[in-house]
Antibody, heavy 114, light 113 residues
């Protein structure tokens, strides 16, 4: 059974760096075809893809956010970590961890506010 | 980026009737390497994370009722709910995974008439 769970702060100050961790089970992120990524959804808005990391450590980023993002993996812990710098109130959203095969975590709401 | 455009933005259908949602991509999502359409459909109920309904444009996900079906190829796709049930009230999204950045449609809200 594949599961993913997001963890991280629920409140972030503007200009701060956000660090989110996805802890997964039921698969291994060591193969080229396997990937774990992040998707976000502002309140009452549509889904936006952010980043993806493959088992071979190939990394992909949203062009509009690329300069602010870093995605890494720790295969020994079955974790994927996303960092997003210079947070702004428009970044307020539910952040989902997503496995390339279509499995999603429950999401975590991150609010950016002072 | 590949732009995904869904229509309509919302629709109201009577219980037991058919619901049809369209999705158009700005370029083909049919990959020549495997001759598959890299297109999925998701269902999102209020307060829940999206659930995969359809992958490769027409394959139902695990446990998905057979009243849900996907069709289309290249740039034009359709999600059909053959007989709408009360539990199908949700927002539906199409998504291309042909290339990064993955992109989603704007969503279609399905309600009961």
């Amino acid at each position: 059974q594949i599961t993913l769970k997001e963890s991280g702060p629920t409140l972030v100050n503007p200009t701060q760096t956000l660090t989110l961790t996805c802890t997964f089970s039921g698969f291994s992120l060591t193969s080229i075809g396997v990937g774990v990524g992040w998707v976000r959804q502002p309140p009452r808005k549509a889904l936006e893809w952010i980043a993806l990391i493959y088992g071979n450590d190939d990394k992909r980023y949203s062009p509009s956010l690329k300069s602010r993002l870093t995605i890494t993996k720790d295969t020994s812990k079955n974790q994927v970590v996303l960092t997003m710098t210079n947070m702004d109130p428009v970044d307020t959203a539910t952040y989902y961890c997503v496995q390339r095969g279509g499995y999603w975590g429950q999401g975590t709401l991150v609010t950016v506010s002072s | 980026d590949i732009v995904m455009t869904q229509s309509p933005d919302s629709l109201a259908v009577s219980l037991g009737e058919r619901a049809t949602i369209n999705c158009k991509s700005s370029q083909t999502v049919l990959h020549s390497s495997n001759n598959k359409n890299h297109l999925g459909w998701y269902q999102q109920k209020p307060g829940q994370s999206p659930k995969l309904l359809i992958y490769w444009a027409s394959n139902r996900g695990s446990g998905v009722p057979d009243r849900f079906s996907g069709s289309g190829s290249g740039t034009d796709f359709t999600l059909t709910i053959s007989s709408l049930q009360a539990e199908d009230v949700a927002v539906y999204y199409c998504q291309q995974y042909y290339t990064t950045p993955w992109t989603f449609g704007q969503g279609t809200k399905v309600e009961i008439k």
